[in-house]
Protein backbone atom coordinates (compact mmCIF):
# COMPACT_ATOMS: atom_id res chain seq x y z
CA UNK A 1 0.00 0.00 0.00
CA UNK A 2 1.11 3.31 -0.91
CA UNK A 3 1.92 5.84 2.39
CA UNK A 4 3.02 9.60 1.90
CA UNK A 5 4.64 11.45 5.66
CA UNK A 6 4.68 14.56 6.19
CA UNK A 7 6.61 14.91 9.36
CA UNK A 8 6.65 18.67 10.11
CA UNK A 9 3.04 19.48 11.58
CA UNK A 10 3.89 23.18 11.41
CA UNK A 11 6.15 25.84 9.72
CA UNK A 12 6.07 29.11 9.98
CA UNK A 13 7.47 31.84 7.37
CA UNK A 14 8.62 35.78 7.21
CA UNK A 15 6.29 37.58 4.45
CA UNK A 16 8.59 38.23 1.70
CA UNK A 17 10.30 34.80 1.97
CA UNK A 18 10.72 31.54 0.93
CA UNK A 19 9.75 28.32 2.66
CA UNK A 20 10.18 24.70 1.95
CA UNK A 21 7.46 21.75 3.01
CA UNK A 22 8.54 18.50 2.74
CA UNK A 23 6.92 15.30 2.39
CA UNK A 24 7.83 11.56 1.51
CA UNK A 25 6.28 8.90 0.04
CA UNK A 26 6.18 4.91 -0.29
CA UNK A 27 5.48 3.20 -3.44
CA UNK A 28 6.24 0.07 -5.35
CA UNK A 29 5.07 1.73 -8.45
CA UNK A 30 6.94 3.21 -11.04
CA UNK A 31 4.74 5.92 -12.34
CA UNK A 32 2.30 7.77 -10.68
CA UNK A 33 1.29 11.04 -9.74
CA UNK A 34 2.12 13.42 -6.88
CA UNK A 35 0.37 16.80 -5.79
CA UNK A 36 0.11 19.46 -3.88
CA UNK A 37 -2.76 20.65 -1.48
CA UNK A 38 -3.93 24.23 0.12
CA UNK A 39 -6.63 23.94 2.84
CA UNK A 40 -6.95 27.80 4.17
CA UNK A 41 -9.19 28.70 7.15
CA UNK A 42 -12.70 28.40 4.69
CA UNK A 43 -11.51 24.62 4.38
CA UNK A 44 -11.93 24.49 0.58
CA UNK A 45 -9.29 22.12 -1.06
CA UNK A 46 -7.41 23.81 -3.81
CA UNK A 47 -4.75 21.71 -6.00
CA UNK A 48 -1.70 23.62 -5.78
CA UNK A 49 0.43 21.94 -8.03
CA UNK A 50 0.87 18.22 -9.77
CA UNK A 51 4.11 16.52 -10.69
CA UNK A 52 4.25 13.33 -13.20
CA UNK A 53 6.39 10.79 -11.55
CA UNK A 54 7.74 9.98 -15.58
CA UNK A 55 8.73 13.78 -15.69
CA UNK A 56 12.56 14.70 -14.77
CA UNK A 57 11.54 18.12 -15.36
CA UNK A 58 9.93 19.87 -11.56
CA UNK A 59 6.94 21.21 -11.92
CA UNK A 60 6.21 24.79 -11.55
CA UNK A 61 2.94 27.32 -10.68
CA UNK A 62 4.03 30.87 -10.15
CA UNK A 63 5.38 31.30 -6.98
CA UNK A 64 5.28 27.47 -6.20
CA UNK A 65 7.31 25.03 -7.23
CA UNK A 66 8.45 21.25 -6.30
CA UNK A 67 11.38 19.50 -5.86
CA UNK A 68 10.68 16.14 -7.03
CA UNK A 69 13.60 13.25 -6.06
CA UNK A 70 12.09 10.13 -7.25
CA UNK A 71 14.93 7.73 -6.24
CA UNK A 72 14.52 9.00 -2.89
CA UNK A 73 10.74 9.24 -2.69
CA UNK A 74 10.55 12.77 -1.80
CA UNK A 75 8.27 15.86 -2.75
CA UNK A 76 8.65 18.92 -1.52
CA UNK A 77 7.22 22.34 -2.12
CA UNK A 78 8.51 25.59 -2.35
CA UNK A 79 6.77 28.52 -1.51
CA UNK A 80 8.48 31.96 -3.02
CA UNK A 81 7.80 35.64 -1.78
CA UNK A 82 5.17 34.38 1.02
CA UNK A 83 2.40 36.22 1.05
CA UNK A 84 0.30 36.20 3.94
CA UNK A 85 -2.37 34.43 1.49
CA UNK A 86 -0.25 31.41 1.64
CA UNK A 87 -1.22 30.61 5.34
CA UNK A 88 -2.88 27.12 5.51
CA UNK A 89 -3.05 23.50 5.82
CA UNK A 90 -0.94 22.18 2.93
CA UNK A 91 -1.48 18.42 1.91
CA UNK A 92 0.58 16.24 -0.29
CA UNK A 93 -1.31 13.53 -1.74
CA UNK A 94 -0.28 10.64 -4.11
CA UNK A 95 -2.07 8.59 -6.96
CA UNK A 96 -1.24 5.88 -8.88
CA UNK A 97 -1.19 6.65 -12.66
CA UNK A 98 -4.55 6.62 -14.15
CA UNK A 99 -6.09 3.05 -15.16
CA UNK A 100 -9.48 3.52 -15.61
CA UNK A 101 -12.41 5.04 -13.48
CA UNK A 102 -10.35 5.27 -10.64
CA UNK A 103 -8.30 8.33 -9.47
CA UNK A 104 -8.05 7.73 -5.32
CA UNK A 105 -5.44 9.82 -3.62
CA UNK A 106 -3.82 8.78 -1.08
CA UNK A 107 -3.07 12.21 1.45
CA UNK A 108 -0.67 12.98 3.96
CA UNK A 109 -1.20 14.05 7.22
CA UNK A 110 -0.92 18.17 6.38
CA UNK A 111 1.59 20.65 7.41
CA UNK A 112 -0.18 23.69 9.08
CA UNK A 113 2.04 27.27 7.72
CA UNK A 114 2.20 30.28 9.25
CA UNK A 115 2.96 33.73 7.43
CA UNK A 116 4.53 36.39 9.83
CA UNK A 117 3.89 39.96 8.46
CA UNK B 1 -20.46 29.17 -9.44
CA UNK B 2 -20.01 25.31 -10.86
CA UNK B 3 -18.33 23.09 -8.36
CA UNK B 4 -19.22 20.63 -5.55
CA UNK B 5 -21.52 21.04 -3.34
CA UNK B 6 -22.08 19.81 0.33
CA UNK B 7 -25.34 19.79 2.65
CA UNK B 8 -25.57 20.54 5.28
CA UNK B 9 -22.38 22.44 6.34
CA UNK B 10 -23.02 21.45 10.08
CA UNK B 11 -24.72 19.18 12.32
CA UNK B 12 -24.92 17.62 15.58
CA UNK B 13 -26.07 14.38 16.57
CA UNK B 14 -26.88 12.47 19.12
CA UNK B 15 -25.15 8.59 19.38
CA UNK B 16 -27.61 6.08 17.22
CA UNK B 17 -29.28 8.49 14.85
CA UNK B 18 -29.38 8.68 11.41
CA UNK B 19 -28.35 11.15 9.01
CA UNK B 20 -26.74 11.74 5.21
CA UNK B 21 -25.12 13.87 3.94
CA UNK B 22 -25.79 15.59 0.62
CA UNK B 23 -23.10 16.25 -2.48
CA UNK B 24 -23.99 17.46 -5.80
CA UNK B 25 -21.83 18.51 -8.80
CA UNK B 26 -22.77 20.56 -11.83
CA UNK B 27 -19.40 19.68 -13.66
CA UNK B 28 -20.39 16.32 -15.53
CA UNK B 29 -17.60 14.57 -13.76
CA UNK B 30 -17.72 10.89 -13.75
CA UNK B 31 -15.57 10.28 -10.34
CA UNK B 32 -17.51 10.81 -6.87
CA UNK B 33 -15.76 10.93 -3.66
CA UNK B 34 -16.28 11.16 -0.22
CA UNK B 35 -12.83 11.55 2.46
CA UNK B 36 -12.93 12.54 6.40
CA UNK B 37 -10.41 14.79 7.87
CA UNK B 38 -9.67 14.46 11.45
CA UNK B 39 -6.75 15.94 13.29
CA UNK B 40 -3.21 14.69 12.74
CA UNK B 41 -4.81 12.28 10.61
CA UNK B 42 -5.17 14.02 6.82
CA UNK B 43 -7.62 13.23 4.38
CA UNK B 44 -8.98 9.42 4.68
CA UNK B 45 -11.11 7.90 2.25
CA UNK B 46 -14.86 6.70 2.89
CA UNK B 47 -16.27 5.65 -0.67
CA UNK B 48 -16.01 6.21 -3.81
CA UNK B 49 -17.64 6.13 -7.27
CA UNK B 50 -15.82 5.81 -10.63
CA UNK B 51 -18.86 6.08 -12.66
CA UNK B 52 -22.68 6.29 -12.06
CA UNK B 53 -23.89 3.29 -10.67
CA UNK B 54 -20.82 2.28 -9.23
CA UNK B 55 -19.35 2.33 -5.85
CA UNK B 56 -16.74 0.94 -3.60
CA UNK B 57 -14.92 0.94 -0.61
CA UNK B 58 -12.26 3.13 0.21
CA UNK B 59 -9.96 3.06 3.68
CA UNK B 60 -11.93 3.81 6.19
CA UNK B 61 -15.71 2.50 5.03
CA UNK B 62 -17.17 0.83 8.06
CA UNK B 63 -19.95 2.16 9.46
CA UNK B 64 -21.09 4.01 6.32
CA UNK B 65 -23.43 3.75 3.14
CA UNK B 66 -23.31 5.56 0.08
CA UNK B 67 -25.62 6.41 -2.67
CA UNK B 68 -24.61 7.30 -6.43
CA UNK B 69 -28.19 8.83 -7.23
CA UNK B 70 -26.91 9.84 -10.84
CA UNK B 71 -24.15 11.43 -12.31
CA UNK B 72 -24.57 14.59 -10.49
CA UNK B 73 -25.35 13.54 -7.00
CA UNK B 74 -23.47 11.11 -4.26
CA UNK B 75 -24.81 11.07 -0.86
CA UNK B 76 -23.19 9.76 2.34
CA UNK B 77 -25.52 7.92 5.09
CA UNK B 78 -24.73 7.27 8.84
CA UNK B 79 -26.91 5.15 9.97
CA UNK B 80 -26.57 4.70 13.59
CA UNK B 81 -24.15 7.33 14.40
CA UNK B 82 -20.88 7.25 17.00
CA UNK B 83 -19.03 9.68 18.35
CA UNK B 84 -15.86 7.86 16.04
CA UNK B 85 -17.79 9.45 13.33
CA UNK B 86 -16.95 13.31 14.56
CA UNK B 87 -14.96 14.55 11.76
CA UNK B 88 -15.24 17.07 8.88
CA UNK B 89 -16.16 15.29 5.60
CA UNK B 90 -15.23 16.10 1.87
CA UNK B 91 -17.08 15.08 -1.60
CA UNK B 92 -15.27 15.28 -4.57
CA UNK B 93 -15.60 14.80 -8.03
CA UNK B 94 -12.83 14.26 -10.94
CA UNK B 95 -12.28 14.93 -14.11
CA UNK B 96 -9.29 16.42 -16.56
CA UNK B 97 -7.40 19.27 -14.96
CA UNK B 98 -6.30 21.05 -18.50
CA UNK B 99 -4.37 23.54 -16.37
CA UNK B 100 -1.81 20.59 -15.50
CA UNK B 101 -2.23 18.65 -19.28
CA UNK B 102 -3.67 15.50 -20.13
CA UNK B 103 -3.44 12.01 -18.25
CA UNK B 104 -4.24 12.72 -14.72
CA UNK B 105 -7.49 13.73 -13.19
CA UNK B 106 -7.61 16.31 -10.22
CA UNK B 107 -9.89 16.51 -7.81
CA UNK B 108 -12.49 18.72 -6.87
CA UNK B 109 -13.63 19.23 -3.16
CA UNK B 110 -16.46 20.72 -1.57
CA UNK B 111 -15.97 23.19 1.39
CA UNK B 112 -16.61 20.33 3.80
CA UNK B 113 -19.80 19.21 6.27
CA UNK B 114 -18.43 19.50 9.99
CA UNK B 115 -20.38 16.40 11.68
CA UNK B 116 -20.66 16.23 15.63
CA UNK B 117 -21.64 13.00 17.25
CA UNK B 118 -22.69 13.39 20.70
Not at chain 1, 67 to 82: C, G, H, R
Not at chain 1, 88 to 116: E, H, P
Not at chain 2, 75 to 88: F, I
Amino acid sequence: AQTVTQSQPEMSVQEAETVTLSCTYDTSESDYYLFWYKQPPSRQMILVIRQEAYKQQNATENRFSVNFQKAAKSFSLKISDSQLGDAAMYFCAYRRTYTGANSKLTFGKGITLSVRP
Amino acid sequence: NAGVTQTPKFQVLKTGQSMTLQCAQDMNHNSMYWYRQDPGMGLRLIYYSASEGTTDKGEVPNGYNVSRLNKREFSLRLESAAPSQTSVYFCASSERDSRFGSGANVLTFGAGSRLTVL
